[in-house]
């Protein structure tokens, strides 16, 4: 089945620096790749989503890049800012009726 | 618009007892997951839910937990027998095509 890695588990950015998060997945069949910010003690929200017939997408400062081909996509914050520190998840899915599939998470801490 | 709710917020339970835990999702979504998760770890599925229908219930333990989205009425997961490794939060989520999640706030059970 298919299987999504995330790197780094940890990442420490300075304020104003940009963060990348990377995942891969296995499944070629995957063809939607959302982002998931949580904070402490909150509910994880959808920050922005990609779909396979999409190369980039940019909301802001996020922007999420998808390799069809390596099978993998990004999750890029520029200008990073002290309310971006929370924990971020990728996840991969085939479409309706099928679960997402989550990657384990990286904890992103932005120093001031 | 109401969002994903979930009640109860918090639970206490002692070991042996019962653990219901109940969650409406956004009006006009027909898909229902269960999410667990532990404090400082990722989210663990465990169960994919559509109306009186179970998609996928791979993630949940054989014994003990059972799921259900009635036709009318919230989405219950359901533990028995609750022992203390039961404690973590439980989040659901909702969706309309089985895409984009929307997330509740989470129920935080303790088992003592």
Redesign the interface.
């Known amino acids: 089945g298919e299987n999504v890695e995330q790197h780094p588990s940890t990442l420490s950015v300075q304020e104003g620096d940009s963060a990348v998060i990377k995942c891969t997945y296995s499944d070629s069949a995957s063809n939607?790749f959302?982002w998931?910010k949580q904070e402490l003690g909150?509910?994880?929200?959808?920050i922005i989503?990609i779909r396979s017939n999409v190369g980039e997408k940019k909301d802001q400062r996020i922007a999420v890049t998808l390799n069809k081909t390596a099978k993998h996509f990004s999750l890029h914050i520029t200008e990073t800012q002290p309310e971006d520190s929370a924990v971020y998840?990728c996840a991969a899915?085939k479409?309706?009726?099928?679960?997402?599939?989550?990657?384990?998470?990286t904890k992103l801490i932005i120093k001031p | 618009n109401a969002g994903v709710m979930q009640n109860p917020r918090h639970l206490v339970r002692r070991r042996g007892q019962e653990a219901r835990l109940r969650c409406s999702p956004v009006k006009g979504h027909s898909h229902v997951y269960w999410y667990r998760q532990l404090p400082e770890e990722g989210l663990k599925f465990m169960v994919y839910l559509q109306k009186e229908n179970i998609i996928d219930e791979s993630g949940m333990p054989k014994e003990r937990f059972s799921a259900e989205f009635p036709k009318e009425g919230p989405s219950i997961l359901r533990i028995q027998q609750v022992v203390r490794g039961d404690s973590a939060a439980y989040f659901c989520a909702s969706s309309r095509q089985g895409d984009e999640q929307y997330f509740g706030p989470g129920t935080r059970l303790t088992v003592t």
């Open positions: 939607y959302p998931y909150k509910r994880p929200q959808l989503d998840f899915s479409g309706s009726n099928y679960q997402l599939i989550w990657g384990a998470g």
